[in-house]
T-cell receptor, first 113, second 111 residues
Framework: EPEVTQTPSHQVTQMGQEVILRCVPISNHLYFYWYRQILGQKVEFLVSFYNNEISEKSEIFDDQFSVERPDGSNFTLKIRSTKLEDSAMYFC???????????FGPGTRLLVL | GENVEQHPSTLSVQEGDSAVIKCTYSDSASNYFPWYKQELGKRPQLIIDIRSNVGEKKDQRIAVTLNKTAKHFSLHITETQPEDSAVYFCAAGIDTDKLIFGTGTRLQVFP
């Protein structure tokens, strides 16, 4: 069964550094999402992406965040200048849309020191 | 703003008993309600979902009910087993839109 994949599984970075989190959605999916989960808390929506543009973003997704689909398979989340409070598990998800299921990747655990 | 409330935050049951988790959503336009199971350090895994044109859905030991008028939906797990122990999240969404997650329920099933 196809799955969403994410790399790296863990990333440690210094405050102020840029990080890029990578995702490979399921191949026939058209809708892509990033969520984050601070340790012990609920999953929070960051951004949704369709047809090569952002369709919706949350208040968390400020100017420090950007997303890109650089080719036909990858979907990336960039954090330009990381802050301590960006430490969290970041999940990519993809779906076929139209109220269909969103499938989550295994996550990237980001630790900002 | 949009919000999903989930109760209880923790639930302990004896193996073989039933477990019920309840959620309430605020956005009346929501029409898609998935439930995810998350084991420690793992990704959320969809276990069942329901759409607003259906009042109840069952899959083996798991069932979900939806009351659109009251904006409530619930997860029912019967004949619980130790491997059901995990954190369960409800969520609400509109078509292709974002999912708004509840705060999670930590279910512990004791043998």
């Amino acid at each position: 069964e196809p799955e969403v994949t994410q790399t790296p599984s863990h990333q440690v970075t210094q405050m102020g550094q840029e990080v890029i989190l990578r995702c490979v959605p399921i191949s026939n999916h058209l809708y892509f999402y990033w969520y984050r989960q601070i340790l012990g808390q609920k999953v929070e929506f960051l951004v949704s992406f369709y047809n090569n543009e952002i369709s919706e973003k949350s208040e968390i997704f400020d100017d420090q965040f950007s997303v890109e689909r650089p080719d036909g398979s990858n979907f990336t989340l960039k954090i330009r200048s990381t802050k301590l409070e960006d430490s969290a598990m970041y999940f990519c998800a993809s779906g076929t849309g139209g109220g269909e299921t969103q499938y989550f990747g295994p996550g990237t655990r980001l630790l900002v020191l | 703003g949009e919000n999903v409330e989930q109760h209880p935050s923790t639930l302990s049951v004896q193996e073989g008993d039933s477990a019920v988790i309840k959620c309430t959503y605020s956005d009346s336009a929501s029409n898609y309600f998935p439930w995810y199971k998350q084991e420690l350090g793992k990704r959320p895994q969809l276990i069942i979902d329901i759409r607003s044109n259906v009042g109840e859905k069952k899959d083996q030991r798991i069932a979900v009910t939806l009351n659109k008028t009251a904006k409530h939906f619930s997860l029912h797990i019967t004949e619980t087993q130790p491997e059901d122990s995990a954190v369960y999240f409800c969520a609400a969404g509109i078509d292709t839109d974002k999912l708004i997650f509840g705060t999670g329920t930590r279910l512990q099933v004791f043998p």
